[in-house]
């Protein structure tokens, strides 16, 4: 057959060769922070130098009063579990689509996750969530995949009503907000990672935000043990007494990863605006080409764009499925079009249908049963999504558009596909 399509011989529309993108920016000024803190001092036990500096600056950017850093943002989401005193037993309602992360600390505490579909966003469903609620539920927890907000006014109007707490994992959404109001400052306890593309990045860490003095407590108890317990933790608080020991586990974050992220923080914004015109850029162009849905904000909701997120209509285009799509786009020279591997449904992983095996001390989870079809939206979103990096700087822009070129031409001649 004769076709412009590479996949079929036809020449690729990018020949420019890969990777076309990589996170985080590291510049000479990256560096420089970097081996003048390697000169300072590479163990810090107590909340200072590039410690107190970094969780000062992440507690006002948030706009929350308690910033705790964290070796990863897993530590992060356990230590916040922690804190929140979800106990063995306890059912806490997390996303069928998110990270597996967000929901395996649970299982080390003993609680157990209860799945909640999402709706065609991505994001958790709140009527799905309102459905799961019994008297045992402790917590709602939420996502905001790919750096596109969840709707956490609803949640946390819902976790009020019900005297949950709402617990964020803002892991994809560093900077996101919601009619001006950061995630990660909606519920009473949010986690994030800074584990190397994440939109915050120190190589590996994490953090959790809290404007509960008891919260913050219990993270550094969970997490900090000795120094920062014994100066954080007032004599007056009845926890004071195990500071030397806090629970016995430490999760502290390299300084070297802190200064790192201290600096990227600096240029967060900056980052952010640049990324909000690409993508602004490549869903104008997108929206109105058959066989592709974009994301829709409401207007005072900014993404992160941990990535951008684009729903496959296969009915648009002949029902085309979505793998031989795909692989039409890679042969086209868009090696950065990604369909989410380790990023799924949970009810489509092993440890989730059947944590018991893994928890043999756990009789609970023998109660717990999950298994693939249960989620539709979850399952169908996953299904569907291809993911598009977003740039941000100017001159990055030709890429996006070479990318927009390649993805309308295999919409084009996707006839030529069948068979
Ligand atoms: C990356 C990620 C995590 C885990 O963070 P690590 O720093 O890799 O431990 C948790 N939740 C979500 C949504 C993530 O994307």
């Known amino acids: 057959m004769n076709s412009p399509l590479a996949l079929l011989g036809g020449d690729a529309a990018i020949r420019q060769p890969g990777p076309h993108f990589s996170w985080p920016p590291i510049t000479d000024r990256s560096q420089k922070v970097v081996a003048e803190q390697l000169a300072e001092s590479i163990s810090i036990y107590d909340r200072s130098g590039v410690i107190a500096e970094l969780e000062d600056a992440l507690a006002n ?6 910033a705790v850093l964290m070796s990863s943002g897993t530590a992060a989401l356990h230590a916040a579990y922690a804190a929140c005193v979800i106990e063995p037993g306890d059912e806490v309602i997390v996303p069928a689509y998110t990270f597996f992360a967000t929901a395996t600390p649970l299982l080390h505490l003993g609680a157990i996750p209860v799945l909640a579909d999402c709706d065609e966003t991505g994001n958790i469903s709140v009527t799905e969530v309102a459905a ?23 949640l946390r109007a819902l976790a009020q009503e019900h005297h949950l707490a709402l617990i964020e994992d803002g892991s994809h959404a560093h900077g996101a907000s919601l009619d001006g109001q950061k995630v ?21 860490g994490g953090f959790v935000l809290t404007n509960d003095d008891e919260v913050f407590y219990r993270t550094l108890m969970f997490a900090h043990y000795n120094k920062r317990c014994r100066s954080e933790i007032p004599p007056t608080s009845a926890l004071h007494r195990f500071a030397v020991t806090g629970t016995g586990l430490k999760f502290r974050i390299h300084p070297l990863a802190a200064s790192f992220a201290l600096d990227q923080l600096a240029h967060l914004d900056e980052y952010l605006a640049g990324r909000a015109e690409i993508a602004k850029l490549m869903c104008d162009e997108l929206k109105e080409v058959a066989g592709i849905s974009v994301p829709q904000l409401p207007s005072k909701h900014q993404a992160a764009w941990y990535g951008l997120p684009l729903t496959y209509v296969p009915d648009e285009l002949g029902g085309l499925p979505v793998e031989r799509f795909h692989q039409a786009l890679l042969a086209e020279g868009l090696k950065e079009v ?14 989730i249908q059947d944590p018991a095996a893994l928890f043999p001390f756990q009789p609970e989870f023998e109660r717990v049963q999950y298994w693939p079809g249960q989620f539709p939206v979850a399952e169908t979103v996953h299904h569907h999504t291809l993911k598009l990096p977003v740039w941000h700087r100017e001159e990055d822009v030709p890429l996006a558009r070479a990318y927009v070129s390649g993805i309308k031409k295999v919409v084009e001649h996707h006839h030529d596909l069948k068979g």
């Open 61 to 66: 950017y948030f706009g929350v009063k308690h």
């Open 132 to 154: 799961k609620i019994t008297p045992n539920t402790a917590a709602i927890v939420a996502t905001h995949m790919w750096g596109i907000p969840a709707n956490v006014p609803a």
């Open 184 to 204: 990660g400052s909606f519920g009473k306890a949010a986690a994030f990672s800074m584990n190397g593309p994440k939109p915050l990045s120190a190589g590996e």
């Open 338 to 351: 990604d369909q989410p591997g380790s990023t799924r449904p949970l009810n489509q992983l092993p440890l």
